[in-house]
């Protein structure tokens, strides 16, 4: 399978919005803008973060992305581990921020799944942050080819850091709406991906996304931190946005931040799916620019990490090309 153009800059597009939210509202994070108040990559918050620079969500997503770009298949025992590889890798460059229960895993933890998986279900309390939501969207375009694959990979994945049933359950579906929509160009995906929940599952989600769909103020979603109010959340400003076109994507991801709370987060988990559905081309130049992170990153090496993963899991064999410009996918200006 070869994938279209259009489809290409769908791909090329899930890692980059993913990063362009996390970076717009990673000054924002834990307040509430008002409605005045201008929404930019202004920089700051907890880190504090440069301007375009991108936190732990995108990090980790980037960390999931370095294993799937490869061809290695992350839902299997051997891409898992190395998936847990670099999640310590990440951690052990001393990140500037970082969840509570990420880091009660990895502070922990061998790197390895086995004792990631083992160090998650140990921990006691509650356990459905959005941690594994934020960072499940490389899933989506790992398993472009196989339906079934993808959700059971977003699971897998989900419980190296955060064994709750809600928290899989969320990564299932936003993984499932974010392979749909690099495929099909719609989001179409949240709601049909329910079939693949278990029944119970999908009947409590499909009345959760109704709610944001319809609600008229985000702040009834409030505790954003946890997995269920942050994927509606970040459905509510996919569905609240009033462009119809391209400009929906950087729309969206604004109504995210004023949402507020868990800014960059929410906006983060919006991102890979605008970015599934309107493509890279979508996502401002300005944007594009300044965009950076860790391990050293910029828009192009997400562009790349993006069409790799996707052009693996299709076997398509252009990921293969080391010399290709990837900066074809970017927005000039």
Known sequence: ????????????????????????????????????????????????????????????????????????????????DAVAAQFARWFASRPKDIGNQTRAVLSAAQPDAASMTERARALAGRKGGNGSLMRTAPVGIGFLDDAERCVAAARDVSLLTHDDPQAVEACMLWSFAIRHAVLHGTFDGVATG??????????RWSTLLEEARTAPDPRVFDNNGWVVHALQTAWWAVCHAEETGPAHLP????????????????????????????????????????????????????????????WASVDDDRRRDADADYSRFLVAG
């Open 1 to 80: 399978m070869r994938l279209t153009a259009e489809q290409n800059d769908r791909a090329a597009g899930v890692l980059l919005a993913t990063a362009a939210g996390d970076a717009l509202g990673a000054g924002y994070e834990f307040t509430y803008p008002r409605p005045e108040t201008p929404i930019g990559m202004i920089g700051g918050g907890l880190g504090p973060f440069a301007p375009g620079e991108w936190t732990d969500d995108t990090s980790m997503a980037l960390a999931i992305a370095e294993v799937s770009a490869t061809g290695a298949d992350i839902g299997s025992r051997d891409g898992l």
């Open 194 to 203: 329910l079939v693949l929940l278990p029944a119970d599952a999908a009947g």
């Open 251 to 310: 729309q969206a991801l604004e109504l995210a931040v004023r949402a507020g709370h868990d800014t960059d987060t929410t906006a983060a988990i919006a991102g890979g799916l605008l970015g599934a559905r309107w493509g890279a081309s979508a996502v401002p130049a300005d944007w594009q620019r300044i965009l950076h992170g860790w391990p050293g990153y910029r828009a192009q090496d997400l562009v790349r990490l993006g069409l790799c993963t996707a």
